[in-house]
């Protein structure tokens, strides 16, 4: 079935620091891919948006670029800041199917 | 555009009462909303699909006496928890699929109500 592995956190990183967060997915066709980001006590808020291979998703400095070949859109920023701690989750939505299926979500800590 | 709201932000509430919660599409209608339920430290947990006018698909575990969901119209969805126990304490998130939502398939979230029973 389809799914979505995202690397394991906490992400502990210093402020101004290069981040990555991985994520994976498995799915028949060809699924749009988002990351979405939570901040606490709060719903979430999409922070990217791809649907075809090789489409870079790009917002507030972060970027992922939908890659088929390696079936993975994995989220980066070259300098993050305190204020983007807060968890994130990459998600899948199937041709044919309106539901997502979300990763576990990844806590990042940005420390001043 | 494409603002999801949600009423209550939280709430209280003893054991053995209901409790309703709203979503409301502000400024577009939702041919589909969804709604999630979120463990603390957890991901989101898709318990049902609704189309408005009509019922509510519900995912596989999902009590649908316990949580009943109405689409009444298509800016209005509400799910009413039954019975309310301390373990349907959570964070219960809803969406919305907009008919401009297209190849992205998008939904918009709402903010969230967090549930505390006594």
């Known amino acids: 079935g389809n799914s979505v592995t995202q690397m394991e956190g906490p992400v502990t990183l210093s402020e101004e620091a290069f981040l990555t967060i991985n994520c994976t997915y498995t799915?028949?066709?060809?699924?749009?891919l988002f990351w979405y980001v939570q901040y606490p006590g709060e719903g979430l808020q999409l922070l990217l948006k791809?649907?075809?291979?090789?489409d870079k998703g790009s917002n507030k400095g972060f970027e992922a670029t939908y890659r088929k070949e390696t079936t993975s859109f994995h989220l980066e920023k070259g300098s993050v800041q305190v204020s983007d701690s807060a968890v994130y989750f990459c998600?899948?939505?199937?041709?044919?199917?309106?539901?997502?299926?979300f990763g576990t979500g990844t806590r990042l800590k940005v420390l001043a | 555009g494409a603002v999801v709201s949600q009423h209550p932000s939280w709430v209280i509430c003893k054991s053995g009462t209901s409790v309703k919660i709203e979503c409301r599409s502000l400024?577009?209608?939702?041919?589909?909303m969804f709604w999630y339920r979120q463990f603390p430290k957890q991901s989101l947990m898709l318990m049902a699909t609704?189309?408005?006018?009509?019922?509510?698909?519900?995912e596989q575990g999902v009590e649908k006496d316990k949580f009943l969901i109405n689409h009444a119209s298509l800016t209005l969805s509400t799910l009413t928890v039954t019975s309310a126990h301390p373990e349907d304490s959570s964070f219960y998130i809803c969406?919305?699929?907009?008919?401009?939502?297209?190849?992205?398939?998008?939904?918009?979230f709402g903010p969230g109500t967090r549930l505390t029973v006594l």
């Open positions: 799915a028949t066709g060809y699924p749009s």
């Open positions: 998600a899948l939505s199937t041709e044919g199917t309106y539901k997502y299926i």
């Open positions: 400024d577009f209608q939702a041919t589909t």
């Open positions: 969406s919305a699929r907009a008919p401009t939502s297209g190849v992205y398939n998008e939904q918009f």
């Open positions: 791809a649907t075809k291979a090789d």
């Open positions: 609704s189309n408005e006018g009509s019922k509510a698909t519900y």
